[in-house]
Nanobody
Framework: VQLVESGGGLVEAGGSLRLSCRAS???????????LAWYRQAPGKQRDLVAR???????EYADSVKGRFTISRDNSRKTIYLQMNSMKPEDTAIYYC??????????WGQGTQVTVWGQGTQVSVSP
C-alpha cells in the first residue's frame, strides 16, 4: 500500500490549494471503514493534526484551520482531499495524509510541501 499525495505548491496569502491523497494498492474493504486524516509539520516543529474524518462522518479540525479547511473522501477513488481556503503564511508546512484502518494499522503519505507567501515573506532561490 502506498499513499500518493499531490496538490502542494506555492500560493499567495488568501489563496486556495487542494491536496489529494490516493491509497494505491489498498482494497476497498480496508479503505472504506478507515479513519482518514491530514497532518502538517512546519520547520522545527512537531507534526500536528490538521483534520480527521472517520468513516461514520465524524469530523475534527485543528482550531487554527476551522472554517478555512475542509477534509473529504471519495471511497470510489480511495482518495482523501484537503481543501484549503483563505490560506495564511502560518499554514506553510509539509502536509502528510494518514490512514488508520480498523486493525489500528497506520499508513502515511510521503508528504507534500505547501508554502504560503505574503507581504514580508523571505524567498530564497537556488540555481
Amino acid at each position: 500500500v502506498q499513499l500518493v499525495e499531490s496538490g502542494g505548491g506555492l500560493v499567495e496569502a488568501g489563496g486556495s490549494l487542494r491536496l489529494s491523497c490516493r491509497a494505491s494498492g489498498m482494497i476497498t474493504s480496508v479503505f472504506n471503514p478507515a479513519t482518514l486524516a491530514w497532518y502538517r509539520q512546519a520547520p522545527g516543529k512537531q507534526r500536528d493534526l490538521v483534520a480527521r474524518l472517520a468513516s461514520g462522518g465524524t469530523l475534527e479540525y485543528a482550531d487554527s484551520v476551522k472554517g478555512r479547511f475542509t477534509i473529504s473522501r471519495d471511497n470510489s477513488r480511495k482518495t482523501i482531499y484537503l481543501q484549503m481556503n483563505s490560506m495564511k503564511p502560518e499554514d506553510t508546512a509539509i502536509y502528510y495524509c494518514n490512514i488508520v484502518d480498523v486493525r489500528g494499522i497506520n499508513y502515511w503519505g510521503q508528504g507534500t510541501q505547501v508554502t504560503v507567501w505574503g507581504q514580508g515573506t523571505q524567498v530564497s532561490v537556488s540555481p
